[in-house]
């Protein structure tokens, strides 16, 4: 008789925990984002409001209150109805930089550029264009990092090939930081180099780019530069 009861004790307790984990499966699915921007979504939106969003997305991130997210079902919703992005983010290709997840974006949410050492050149001035011309971005963010490979190598003088010209772009950074008398061989003057190349890169924008300075002088966008903390993964922008 024990052995019955135990048996069935056991076989209830088995069936409670069955429906508790289909009940928690059915709630995590329903808080499974599947919604992509549409331009009803970024039309009415101010640039100082994209960059809140930016704000609030890399604060969630920071804090692991990321989104939950169908990236098979975005994208099959963008493929029909198109993509309406907040902004365009120029980054460095350093691997532990990964955009959209720092700012909790998903698919559609925001367009990324990224080259060694976040600089700036015709074909990335275009692709800002189109974002903010034909793209309705709102945005533009040259986000720099802290221990940045390239920055390294351009202090550290390195040269080859395509690299050369790449990195003789970070040089008024550093001979900036040069006059201030910072110590380009520590990390934090390295990183100082970061910030300044970063906020170079946005007058670099501006000054190569006829229609972003113009959406710019109308309100229409913004071009900011921003900085990431590969320790902390805050974002702050500059």
């Known amino acids: 008789m024990k052995k019955v009861f135990f048996g069935a004790t056991v076989l209830a307790a088995m069936m409670m925990a069955s429906c508790q984990n289909k009940q928690a499966a059915q709630t995590e699915n329903e808080n499974v984002e599947t919604h992509v921007l549409h331009a009803q979504d970024v039309d009415p ?10 704000k609030e997305g890399n604060k969630a991130f920071v804090e692991h209150h990321t989104h939950n997210r169908d990236a098979v079902a975005q994208l ?8 309406h992005p907040l902004a365009i983010v120029l980054s460095c290709i350093d691997a532990r930089v990964p955009v959209e997840i720092l700012f909790d974006k998903g698919v559609g949410d925001i367009f990324v550029t990224r080259v060694a050492g976040n600089v700036v050149s015709g074909d990335i001035l275009g692709s800002m ?9 709102k945005v533009v963010v040259v986000m720099g990092h802290k221990q940045c490979g390239a920055v390294h190598s ?11 010209d790449m990195l003789s772009k970070i040089s008024p950074a550093i001979e900036s930081e040069q006059a201030k008398g910072t110590n380009l061989e520590e990390v934090e003057g390295q990183n100082a ?30 071009i900011v530069a921003a900085m990431f903390d590969l320790e902390t993964g805050l974002v702050e922008f500059i």
């Open 45 to 54: 939106l101010t640039p100082d409001q994209v960059i809140e969003l930016l």
């Open 76 to 83: 099959k919703e963008s493929a029909h109805d198109g993509q």
């Open 129 to 137: 264009e189109y974002a903010c011309g034909h793209g309705g971005s």
């Open 154 to 164: 351009a202090c550290e003088g390195a040269n080859g090939g395509n690299l050369t």
């Open 193 to 222: 180099v970061s910030r300044q190349n970063a906020l170079n890169m946005v007058e670099a924008v501006r000054q190569g780019s006829e229609e972003l300075r113009e959406l710019e002088a109308e309100g229409k966008i913004k």
